[in-house]
């Protein structure tokens, strides 16, 4: 699922979310930073909304939801080797 074009067309000075939070992230700042900024900048983004603008804009995924699909495997995987370590 890519949930880009449900942000790009939101503006703030000239900018979309997506650059914003890279804007953000080239000032080293930490990914909870940028997620209250976008908050900040787009009040009517719900917290979920403005993590989901973090994840598409600092990674490979296009939506929350695959991100967090994502996760879970690289979890699962981690604790397979772990069991087949012991």
Not at 5 to 33: C, D, M, V
Not at 37 to 50: G, V
């Amino acid at each position: 699922m890519d949930n880009t074009g449900k942000y790009l067309h939101f503006q703030y000075e000239s900018r979309n979310p997506f650059e914003i939070a890279q804007e953000i992230i080239s000032k080293g700042k930490s990914s909870l930073h940028v997620i209250k900024e976008i908050k900040e900048k787009f009040p009517a983004f719900s917290l979920t909304e403005a993590k989901e603008v973090f994840v598409i804009a600092t990674s490979k995924h296009r939506s929350l939801y695959d991100y967090q699909g994502e996760l879970f495997q690289q979890v699962e995987k981690f604790d397979e080797e772990k069991n087949n370590v012991n």
